[in-house]
């Protein structure tokens, strides 16, 4: 059994940070990509950032510059520290892992539960 524990999520004003966390834990072989993907009401899901084994990060045009992503190899941990948010980048937010575990065959994406970020007056 593998999971994603994400955590971090809140209500934010304009302008404001906050720092996401997730955690990938249980029966895991090795992982390369994590990131984060995010879902507002109404439309699809889409990339926020990922970062690979190698540090090699990509984000989305919308984020550069305001969002950064590190990665706890160690801990299988990866973060996002969102700076100067928007009201448009209110969200659910998905952590997502693409991993082997001890069962896989290959590697295939996990995902966590999704943390709601709010950023309103």
């Known amino acids: 059994q593998v999971q994603l524990v994400e955590s971090g999520g809140g209500l934010v004003q304009p302008g404001g940070s906050l720092r996401l966390s997730c955690a990938a834990s249980?029966?895991?072989?090795?992982?390369?990509?994590m990131g984060w993907y995010r879902q507002a009401p109404g439309k699809e899901r889409e990339l926020v950032v990922r970062i690979d084994n190698s540090g090699r990060t990509d984000y989305a045009d919308s984020v550069k510059g305001r969002f950064f992503i590190s990665r706890d190899y160690a801990k299988n941990t990866v973060y996002l520290r969102m700076n100067s948010l928007k009201p448009e980048d209110t969200a659910v937010y998905y952590c997502y892992a693409d991993l082997r575990s001890v069962d896989d065959y290959s590697y295939r994406d996990y995902w966590g539960q999704g943390t709601q970020v709010t950023v309103s007056a």
């Open positions: 249980g029966s895991i072989r090795s992982i390369n990509d």
